[in-house]
């Protein structure tokens, strides 16, 4: 007597196999790790560089960046790595967000990359004041103009690369992920919800940056961005610890 086998259990099953639930690994699982690590490293590489950078972007930084020539060296290199990781997150998201809005998850990237770019130029201009710097010392400190205003141009250059452009195109790249995971659930509501409030913020602080409303590094600024900077180390270690939304997953469109 034959068996027929039940279409309902079929049609269940199908969606289960796409996404690797009869393999040892959901394919999902890559990425959400992948973009976990990443957020992790853009993020404190790029706090650290902070303090490390601190002589050459400070007020003395004619003086103060060949005196510490080690220090300036270190930062240098974390900006950098945070510059090549700050892309990589929208590229290993984009797998699985192009299921649910391919335009919005490709613009991701795109602005990402943007911002990466931005960041090291960034870092470019900071290696080119470090030299002038040691040109000025070496010159024992004239009281000529000419060292200040050139290292006052590239110092303005730095804050427009890192503090503007970067934050704008920052902010447009996470956007566009958070609009996605806010319309496909992959992550909790409140956690996409978190994340578009904190990027429109960190645009806020790029505007009042382009009017002198804020300066630089002041303490407004550090307001505007610590949501997001939060947000997205809690983002990290939930797709760390959590993944995707499987629910989400197996309702794609």
Same mark, same amino acid.
């Given at each position: 007597?034959?068996?027929?086998? &039940?279409?309902?259990?079929?049609?269940?099953?199908?969606?289960?196999?796409?996404?690797?639930?009869?393999?040892?690994?959901?394919?999902?699982?890559? +990425?959400?790790?992948?973009?976990? %690590?990443?957020?992790?490293?853009? $993020?404190? /590489?790029?706090?650290?560089?902070?303090?490390?950078?601190?002589?050459?972007?400070?007020?003395?930084?004619? +003086?103060?960046? !060949?005196? @510490?020539?080690?220090?300036?060296?270190?930062?240098?290199?974390?900006?950098?790595? /945070?510059?090549?990781?700050?892309?990589?997150?929208?590229?290993?998201?984009?797998?699985?967000?192009?299921?649910?809005?391919?335009?919005?998850?490709?613009?991701?990237?795109?602005?990402?990359?943007?911002?990466? %770019?931005?960041?090291?130029?960034?870092?470019?201009?900071?290696?080119?004041?470090? $030299?002038?710097?040691?040109?000025?010392? &070496?010159?024992?400190?004239?009281?000529?103009? @000419?060292?200040? !205003?050139?290292?006052?141009?590239?110092?303005?250059?730095?804050?427009?690369?890192?503090?503007?452009?970067?934050?704008?195109?920052?902010?447009?790249?996470?956007?566009?992920?958070?609009?996605?995971?806010?319309?496909?659930?992959?992550?909790? $509501?409140?956690?996409?919800?978190?994340?578009?409030?904190? !990027?429109?913020?960190?645009?806020?602080?790029?505007?009042?940056?382009?009017?002198?409303?804020?300066?630089?590094?002041?303490?407004?600024?550090?307001?505007?961005?610590?949501?997001?900077?939060?947000?997205?180390?809690?983002?990290?270690?939930?797709?760390?610890?959590?993944?995707? +939304?499987?629910?989400?997953?197996? @309702?794609?469109?």
């Amino acid at each position: 007597m034959a068996v027929t086998e &039940d279409p309902s259990a079929v049609i269940h099953e199908e969606p289960d196999r796409a996404l690797g639930a009869g393999a040892s690994v959901d394919p999902t699982r890559k +990425n959400a790790v992948a973009a976990g %690590v990443l957020l992790i490293v853009a $993020t404190v /590489a790029s706090l650290l560089s902070g303090p490390f950078l601190a002589p050459v972007i400070g007020s003395d930084y004619l +003086n103060a960046a !060949t005196a @510490h020539h080690g220090q300036v060296a270190t930062g240098v290199v974390l900006g950098f790595i /945070a510059a090549l990781a700050s892309p990589g997150i929208a590229i290993a998201l984009y797998p699985v967000l192009r299921r649910f809005g391919e335009g919005l998850a490709l613009g991701s990237v795109g602005f990402r990359i943007i911002e990466g %770019v931005f960041s090291a130029l960034g870092i470019v201009v900071l290696l080119s004041l470090s $030299t002038l710097s040691a040109e000025f010392v &070496d010159a024992g400190a004239p009281a000529d103009q @000419h060292f200040k !205003t050139l290292g006052a141009t590239m110092l303005a250059q730095y804050h427009g690369l890192v503090d503007v452009g970067l934050l704008l195109a920052f902010s447009l790249g996470s956007l566009l992920y958070y609009l996605v995971f806010y319309r496909s659930k992959l992550i909790p $509501t409140w956690l996409s919800a978190w994340g578009i409030a904190g !990027t429109v913020l960190l645009m806020v602080a790029a505007g009042l940056l382009i009017f002198d409303v804020i300066a630089p590094l002041s303490a407004a600024q550090v307001a505007l961005a610590a949501p997001i900077a939060l947000q997205e180390m809690v983002l990290a270690v939930w797709l760390l610890a959590k993944g995707f +939304n499987r629910s989400a997953l197996l @309702h794609r469109p």
